[in-house]
């Protein structure tokens, strides 16, 4: 028991050490640095979210799994990817901001196509309105994407087509789940989409923060957008 009490005390101190990565070459540099132990240290923390994300979308998704073209934004080293390859989806395009993720990731063959681009930062696509499904894992939280880039994702997605969201429900996130809801009830006033579901989960992951014990909690933001 008491190696796995240091790995995740170990893990617990990198991800708490991302939060002081201010700037975004810093931000990236964490990331590139981490890339290599990543899914190993993700385990550790029983992260759950790209299982949760990937279900989410199975069980409302109803066209031709194997055909459908799925950009997986913010995609690391493809967790989202392997769950929703589990669920019958086979094409997948992904964005990253880490280089050195998406060549764990293009090691995987498990995508398609591989693009690097910092979220917020730079346009995601060229193109818009070409995948049946958007999904982003991890990346809306505080400190991490600005809230507006869920615009972008509904603007890459074809009309019909599913949009899967996620972020973390702890303290320290609470401020931006609260501006990100604020976004997607706009947007969906808007007539941009509409709302599938959304599900809390209690048991997100293991609480890294000072502030927190046991598992934090999260949710799942599945929309549709719509015809115009």
Known sequence: MASVSNTFENVKA???????????????????????????????????APSLAANSIS?????????????????????VARQMKKHGFGHFVGIDGSEAMLTLARESGLYQDLKQSMLGEEPLLDQKGLFDVVVIVGALSAGQ??????????????PGGHVCMTTRSNLENLEYKA??????????????????????????????????????SGAVYLYRKLQR
């Not at 069980?59 to 967790?79: N, P, Y």
């Not at 009830?185 to 959304?198: P, R, Y």
């Open 14 to 48: 990198k991800v708490l050490s991302a939060h002081e990565s201010i700037t975004l070459g810093e931000k990236v540099d964490f990331y590139n640095s981490w890339a290599e132990n990543f899914d190993q240290d993700v385990a550790v923390l029983d992260y759950r």
């Open 59 to 79: 069980s409302h998704f109803s066209g031709d799994r194997e055909a459908a073209v799925v950009l997986d934004v913010a995609c690391g080293t493809g967790l």
């Open 145 to 158: 994407v600005p809230v507006n880039v869920v615009r972008e994702l509904c603007e890459a997605t074809t």
């Open 179 to 216: 501006a990100l809801e604020r976004e997607l009830k706009q947007m969906e006033d808007e007539g941009l989409w509409t709302c599938v579901e959304v599900a809390e989960v209690e048991e997100w992951e293991r609480a890294v923060s000072e502030q927190e014990d046991g598992y934090i």
